[in-house]
C-alpha cells in the first residue's frame, strides 16, 4: 500500500519568488492537510482540505494558500517567499472519519 | 483553544532504564496522538487514544489517556539505543483533521 507521496523533496528558492507543493494521500483518503515544520515554532497546522472544500486553516498569511483537486492530490502555494518561510513543509492524509493521520516524508523548502 | 506542553523537552536515558513522557493539553480533546520523528525524516504514527483510560502498547512503548486530568503518558520500558529520537504529541479539538503538536520531547539513549 503505497503511502502519502510529497513532491519534490528538496526545493532552494529565492526571496520574493512563490512555490507550489504537491501531496498525494493514501489512496481512499480523502482529508489531507498541511503542517510547517521550523526549529523555532515546532509543527504547526496551516491547512485541511476535505473533499476539494478547505475544512480547517490556521493562523498563517495569506501567501500561504492551498488546493485539492477530485482525486484528492492536494497543492500548497507560497507566494512572495520570505526567508522564515524555509522549513520542513509536511502533508498527511486520512480517512473521512477523522482517525489517524498518515504522513508523507515532507519537502524541505529553503529560501536564500 | 488547544494547547498542549510535553515535558521534558530532552531527556537523556541509560539503556536498560524506564521513564515517561508527560503530554498535558488544555480544552477537550477528541483524540490523543503520539509520533515519532527520526532526524531528517517524517512522523511516524505511533498510537491514537481515543476515549478516557484509553491505553495502547507497542514494544517498549506504551501510551495512556486521562481524558478527566487532560494527560496522556508514553512510558519506555527499559530503553534501547534504537528508540532515540523526537517524540510528540498531538491533540485535536476542531472539527477535522487539525492537530495541536506539542514541542516534541528528544530522547536519547545511551549505552
Known amino acids: 500500500k503505497a503511502g502519502v507521496t510529497q513532491t519534490p523533496r528538496y526545493l532552494i528558492k529565492t526571496r520574493g519568488q512563490q512555490v507550489t507543493l504537491s501531496c498525494s494521500p493514501i489512496s481512499g483518503h480523502r482529508s489531507v492537510s498541511w503542517y510547517q515544520q521550523t526549529p523555532g515554532q515546532g509543527l504547526q497546522f496551516l491547512f485541511e482540505?476535505?473533499?476539494?472544500?478547505?475544512?480547517n486553516k490556521g493562523n498563517f498569511p495569506g501567501r500561504f494558500s492551498g488546493r485539492q483537486f477530485s482525486n484528492s492530490r492536494s497543492e500548497m502555494n507560497v507566494s512572495t517567499l520570505e526567508l522564515g518561510d524555509s522549513a520542513l513543509y509536511l502533508c498527511a492524509s486520512s480517512l473521512p472519519a477523522d482517525t489517524e493521520a498518515f504522513f508523507g516524508q515532507g519537502t524541505r523548502l529553503t529560501v536564500v | 483553544e488547544l494547547k498542549v506542553e510535553q515535558n521534558p523537552l530532552f531527556l537523556s536515558m541509560q539503556e536498560g532504564k524506564n521513564y515517561t513522557i508527560y503530554c498535558n493539553y488544555s480544552t477537550t480533546s477528541d483524540r490523543l496522538y503520539w509520533y515519532r520523528q527520526d532526524p531528517g525524516k517524517s512522523l511516524e504514527s505511533l498510537f491514537v487514544?481515543?476515549?478516557?483510560?484509553a491505553v495502547k502498547q507497542e514494544g517498549r512503548l506504551m501510551a495512556s489517556l486521562d481524558t478527566k486530568a487532560r494527560l496522556s503518558t508514553l512510558h519506555i520500558t527499559a530503553a534501547v539505543h534504537d528508540l532515540s529520537a523526537t517524540y510528540f504529541c498531538a491533540g485535536t479539538m476542531e472539527y477535522g483533521n487539525k492537530l495541536v503538536f506539542g514541542a516534541g520531547t528528544i530522547l536519547r539513549v545511551k549505552s
Open positions: 482540505y476535505f473533499s476539494e472544500t478547505q475544512r
Open positions: 487514544l481515543l476515549s478516557n483510560g
